[in-house]
C-alpha cells in the first residue's frame, strides 16, 4: 500500500492522533549524524499496544511513515 500524504494533513492525521488520547513526540537530534529525526506515537498503558516509532534523516519522512504505520494498524 502506498500512502501519499502533504504536510497539512500530516499535522491533521497528528492532531487526530492527539484526539484519540494518544501521544505524539518529535525529536531533531542534533548528536546524530545520520537518522537526525525520531518521531513515535505512544498509546494509554490500557490499550496494551506498543510504541510506534520511526528514526528518519528527513523529518518529513519520518511523519510519513509515522502516520502510515499508524493507519495500517
Do not use: H, W
Not at 19 to 38: A, C, H, M, P, S
Not at 42 to 57: C, E, H
Amino acid at each position: 500500500m502506498v500512502v501519499c500524504i502533504d504536510g497539512n494533513k500530516r499535522i491533521a492525521y497528528l492532531e487526530k492522533i492527539k484526539d484519540d488520547g494518544n501521544v505524539v513526540v518529535i525529536k531533531f537530534d542534533g548528536e546524530r549524524l545520520d537518522t537526525q529525526y525520531t518521531v513515535f506515537i505512544s498509546f494509554p498503558v490500557g490499550l496494551n499496544r506498543p510504541m510506534i516509532r520511526v528514526d528518519k534523516s528527513s523529518l518529513i519522512e519520518a511523519l510519513r511513515d509515522v502516520v502510515k504505520e499508524y493507519l495500517s494498524v
